[in-house]
């Protein structure tokens, strides 16, 4: 069975080449170029995976995000984006994207993330059970319901940092190497993506941060520590 994808774009020349090059490849792709009819769409049509420009017409890209993952909590969401700030990446990730890729790229870097945001879907899905917990301190950690529980508090964790968590949890008080870290959450460890786990680990620690025993610690010129 082919893999859905649901690309929301409106530049013309881009989408074509985009959704000729993905159909071609073997991908199932429903293109639209707004979001002003997506919500009517996904009643009828759930894709494995979406693929959403940031800048669009009818309703920006953060604001398409949120609906997809009210439907689909669990969806994998990729934005197509020029903007490179700090606070364009978090607002990305904290409406619902799972990765992010700064226009211009290359159509074998989208394949490529397509098909690694789909493994890591498909990997939790495996892992699908209530005895699949990490406690830290006074948190617990649930990778597969993307939760750190506190108490009666419950954090929602986004998919990357469900990811860069399980990484650091796995690896407790020892060194995770940075780059290695980097290769195996975004496939290689470009300056952008180097800023984009900056900002994932500083929110982390900002959720760790009711007990002083866990720690995320940085080592220059090495990587992080999970400290608990």
């Given at each position: 069975m082919k893999t859905r994808v649901l690309y929301i774009e409106d530049e013309e020349f881009l989408g074509k080449i985009v959704r000729d090059t993905l159909e071609n490849e073997g991908y199932n792709v429903y293109w639209l170029k707004d979001g002003g009819s997506m919500m009517q769409l996904l009643k009828?049509?759930?894709?494995?995976?979406?693929?959403?420009?940031?800048?669009?017409?009818?309703?920006?890209?953060?604001?398409?995000?949120?609906?997809?993952?009210?439907?689909?909590?669990?969806?994998?969401?990729?934005?197509?984006?020029?903007?490179?700030e700090t606070r364009d990446v978090l607002k990305g990730f904290n409406s619902g994207g799972t990765d992010y890729i700064k226009k211009p790229f290359s159509l074998e870097e989208l394949i490529a993330r397509i098909e690694n945001q789909l493994q890591i879907v498909n990997g939790k899905k495996d892992k699908k059970t209530d005895s699949l917990k990490i406690n830290l301190g006074?948190?617990?950690?649930?990778?597969?319901?993307?939760?750190?529980?506190?108490?009666p508090r419950k954090i929602k964790l986004s998919n990357r940092d469900t990811e860069i968590l399980s990484i650091l949890a796995a690896n407790k008080n020892s060194v995770v190497d940075r780059k290695e870290m980097l290769m195996t959450v975004w496939g290689d460890d470009s300056f952008f993506n180097s800023r984009n786990l900056d900002v994932y680990v500083r929110k982390l620690r900002k959720y760790l941060s009711e007990d002083r025993s866990v720690e995320i610690k940085t080592l220059k010129g090495k990587g992080y520590m999970l400290m608990c």
């Open positions: 009828e049509y759930t894709p494995d995976i979406c693929i959403v420009d940031i800048m669009l017409p009818s309703a920006d890209g953060y604001t398409i995000a949120s609906h997809i993952k009210g439907l689909h909590p669990e969806m994998p969401i990729i934005f197509l984006t020029a903007k490179s006074i948190y617990t950690f649930y990778p597969w319901k993307y939760e750190l529980h506190s108490g």
